[in-house]
C-alpha cells in the first residue's frame, strides 16, 4: 500500500489519499490520472490491468486500488 500511495501522492501532493474514498466521484482523479496510474502500476506492480477492470469502483480509493492489484497479482 506504501508504493501505491507514494504514485498517488506524486500525482497529487495536496491530497490525503490514505482518507478519501470518493477519488473519481469528488474529481480527484480524471481520466488523464487513471491512465498515468495504470501505466505506473504496470511498472511498479508488475501486473498488467485489463480494460474492462477500468471501473469507476476500481478506482475510486486508494483501499479499493490495492484490492484490485492484488487480486490482479494473485492471478
Do not use: C, W
Not at 36 to 43: C, F, R, S, W
Not at 52 to 60: C, D, K, Q, T, Y
Amino acid at each position: 500500500m506504501e508504493r501505491l500511495l507514494a504514485i498517488l501522492k506524486n500525482m497529487h501532493p495536496d491530497v490525503d489519499f490514505s482518507g478519501d474514498q470518493d477519488l473519481i466521484a469528488d474529481g480527484i482523479l480524471d481520466s488523464l490520472d487513471i491512465v498515468t496510474l495504470i501505466t505506473e502500476i504496470n511498472a511498479e506492480f508488475d501486473v498488467s490491468i485489463p480494460a474492462e477492470e477500468i471501473l469507476p469502483e476500481n478506482f475510486n480509493s486508494a483501499k479499493a486500488i490495492y484490492n484490485l492489484i492484488a487480486r490482479l497479482d494473485e492471478e
